[in-house]
């Protein structure tokens, strides 16, 4: 036999035993992996499947002519964005809007999660945490018509506590200068309980034998929280920001419409809301597509810079 038909069969028989060793160890957890294939059509249909229809975006789409005979116009559609007054407005509004979620709600569950932690009495802690969960089981119709009967000038508690006091209602739902405030409130409310669930699971994790060697030191309750939780869960918060930062753009398209008036359309007009309204309302489909590619491929530009800047600073970052 002739060294290169030995060569041959042995990466055949390499690339075989590799076959067999894949083959077995699928069989193994074949259980487990079919508890993945839900999830994975959920992505499949959902998630990778419409990423063909961005095709539109570069088109002057037409739904009886199809995609194959819909005319193409390069970036006639980004450029108009561009140009148009209105999108220097829903940049503003959108940063804002995003800056002010990370700033005042991402550190919250964090904080919360720390609080939780330091409860000794399981029953107490167990009842915060289901009833801080709960909220975030309602949709955003019901906790903006929530907001709405709290802050109403007609017959609202909040208002009628207000009057009692300075003698007059103030018209929070309708003041633009209310609006983000009461948006941030609002998130805060339904999400703060929900986002701690990560964060109670990381401190889990942390060898309780750190603790006890930080009281034999000597630590104070703040310096082990200094000195070893928050070392323990930087990791964690890290990867969250990330994937925070890649959603920069999404205010949430139905909490925004249903609290959005026209008194208070210049604060709170968002791309989310500006697609809706240029694509479903107005029919512009290309155009509304190329909006919200527009915000896709900013989520994921910010996500690539913050994972660079994550892995220089010595964290691991999600890839």
């Known amino acids: 036999m002739s060294k290169g038909t030995a060569a041959s069969v042995q990466v055949r028989k390499e690339a075989y035993l590799k076959v067999k060793k894949l083959y077995t160890a699928i069989s193994k957890d074949r259980w487990m992996y079919m508890m993945l294939v839900p999830g994975l059509f959920y992505f499949l249909i959902f998630k990778y499947l419409p990423i063909g229809g961005l095709a539109i975006a570069f088109q002057n789409y037409q739904p009886f002519l199809g995609f194959a005979e819909s005319k193409w116009v390069g970036f006639h559609h980004f450029n108009r964005f561009f140009s148009e007054s209105d999108f220097w407005l829903l940049l503003k509004n959108t940063t ?34 289901t009833v801080t969960y709960l909220p975030h089981f309602m949709s955003w119709v019901v906790v903006v018509s929530i907001s709405y ?84 869960l930087r990791s964690t918060i890290v990867i969250l920001l990330i994937l925070r930062l890649g959603s920069f753009f999404e205010t949430g398209f139905e909490h925004i419409y249903n609290m959005q008036n026209a008194l208070n359309r210049n604060v709170s007009e968002v791309f989310d809301t500006y697609v809706y309204m240029v694509g479903i309302t107005q029919g512009s489909l290309s155009y509304s597509t190329a909006v919200g590619m527009f915000t896709s491929i900013v989520g994921l530009v910010l996500v690539y810079i913050s994972n660079r800047i994550s892995k220089k600073l010595g964290e691991e970052g999600i890839f």
């Not at 720390?114 to 915060?128: A, D, G, I, Q, T």
């Open 96 to 129: 804002v809007i995003g800056v002010s979620n990370i700033v005042f709600f991402f550190p919250l569950p964090i904080i919360f999660a720390l609080m939780l932690n330091e409860v000794k009495c399981v029953v107490f802690k167990r009842f915060v945490q």
């Open 149 to 232: 009967i709290l802050f109403t000038t007609e017959g609202g508690v909040v208002n009628d506590v207000i009057a009692s006091i300075w003698g007059q209602k103030l018209n929070i739902l309708a003041s633009p200068d209310w609006f983000l405030p009461l948006y941030i409130g609002q998130v805060i409310w339904k999400e703060c309980g929900w986002g701690t669930i990560i964060f109670l699971a990381a401190l889990t994790s942390i060898d309780p034998e750190q603790y006890e060697a930080a009281r034999i030191d000597g630590a104070k309750r703040l310096q082990q929280l200094w000195y070893i939780t928050l070392p323990m």
